[in-house]
Nanobody, 115 residues
Framework: QVQVAESGGGLVQPGGSLRLSCTTS????????LGWYRQGPGRQRELVAT???????KYADSVKGRFTISRDNAKNTVYLQMNSLYPEDTAVYYC?????????WGRGTQVTVSS
């Protein structure tokens, strides 16, 4: 059974940092393409960053230079380091895992940027 679980969200002041983690089980992690998505209040879910099996990375324009996606295949975990956070980064952040057997989502972790 595939499991995907995000952690690391919370309340942070503008300009602050958070690191999100997404831990998986039940799949061949090293072969998976991974992504972070977010859904802010009243908004559609949008792509934040992706990293594929060879390590190619893409970012949304809104987070370039501030967020960093990385993966640790030994720990079956993908990370999202978020720096210089803005109030508009407030959202539920979701982890998406693409494998040859299917697409799997976590339940999300809330990130709130507010003073």
């Amino acid at each position: 059974q595939v499991q995907v679980a995000e952690s690391g969200g919370g309340l942070v002041q503008p300009g602050g940092s958070l690191r999100l983690s997404c831990t998986t089980s039940g799949l061949i992690f090293s072969a998976a393409s991974l992504g972070w998505y977010r859904q802010g209040p009243g908004r559609q879910r949008e792509l934040v960053a992706t990293i594929n099996s060879p390590g190619n990375i893409k970012y949304a324009d809104s987070v370039k230079g501030r967020f960093t996606i990385s993966r640790d295949n030994a720990k079956n975990t993908v990370y999202l380091q978020m720096n210089s956070l803005y109030p508009e980064d407030t959202a539920v952040y979701y982890c998406k895992v693409n494998t040859i057997l299917g697409v799997y989502w976590g339940r999300g972790t809330q990130v709130t940027v507010s003073s």
